[in-house]
């Protein structure tokens, strides 16, 4: 029997799941992958081949009230049927926040539990839909091994001086501090970086994953040194529909003269804002490119992604004392030949010269000459999720062997 895992990423009403053959030390390998969408509501089931090709789709009217609990236990049942000389080992769960206490994934058990929900306060849009399917899986299929993989965790190597706000004391004690996030991802550029480059994977980095979410990571040997988003996901970078890095103040006169709840300041702030709410267009990137030779507002949106894009990578330049290569990753990283063009010109001063056709091309590398060098790199949080995943399985093991 091959063992597998599921990786599982939850959000408000959707479920994205991945299936990964465990063999002995080799590298997981994908099986399948697919979506539950629209929980809650008319609920969908997709689930394609390692190739992308679909293999089966189902739909739910509301009446069918398909929820987080119905979608997993359709996913188990799902995978008994098709998984064929394979045995489930354990789930792999993304978990937005780890917190000061979990630099690393851990086993959960009850008191890791109650360690996470003692957390909501921090991420409290993310971390109760992360949980969720946890419990759920504890109820119903108790005694599968389950692991919590977390975005916080790969910046735990940044300085006490990289991850201090100037506050007061006592608000440190709280908890309130500079996390960071997409550590899943920057733990897998950090990975491939001697397939590219050992002179990147020994020297200094920076990584712009840009998404919806959108950050940068300073890497040092391949080590987390400074990031942009800091206690919560908000900060750093404009994103999708968030307003990433904004004055304080400001949130001070939403709630003292527009008279905002701080539920409504949260909702303007995480998702009317960003490339969105600069607009008044959208939040996805290829909407906003068709429009913008005919679009001021379009224009003005990417114009300020890129800006802050630019800033943050000399702020992080300084963090490094200098950048031997940059990356781009995620959907408009990876997609946005024009976005990483921008970027790069905005960046000559540091040496960068574009490459136009290897842009065009989509890399690996885009730039040429003697300077640094900037990449293109897919992103693969799932992937991390599972090798953590096998890893703590394999030390559980190692354990109770000993
Ligand atoms: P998430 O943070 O939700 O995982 P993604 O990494 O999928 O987001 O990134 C979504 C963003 O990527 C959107 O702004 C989308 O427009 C952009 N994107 C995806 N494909 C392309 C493309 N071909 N060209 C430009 N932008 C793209």
Redesign the pocket.
Known sequence: MIPVLIVLNAGSSSLKFQVFDMVDDAEPQLVWKGLYEGLGGSAHFVVKDNDGAALDEMTWSSGDRIGHEEALMHLVSWLRSHQEGRKLAAIGHRVVHGGQSFSAPVLVDDSVVEALEALVPLAPLHQPHNLEPIRIVRRRLPGLPQIACFDTAFHQTQSDIASLFALPREMRDLGVRRYGFHGLSYEYIASTLRDYDPRLADGKVIVAHL???ASLCALKGGVSVATTMGFSALDGLPM?TRCGAIDAGVVFFMLREMKLSPEEAERMLYTKSGLLGVSGIS????VL?SKAASDQDARRAINLFVYRITREIGSLVAALGGIDGLVFT???GE??VATRAEVISGLSWAGFSLHEAANSAGGPQITFGTGPTAWVIPTNEELVIARQTGRVLDATRERLAS
């Open positions: 998404g919806n979410g999708g939040n996805d990137m290829r490119r995620a959907g408009i997609n946005d």
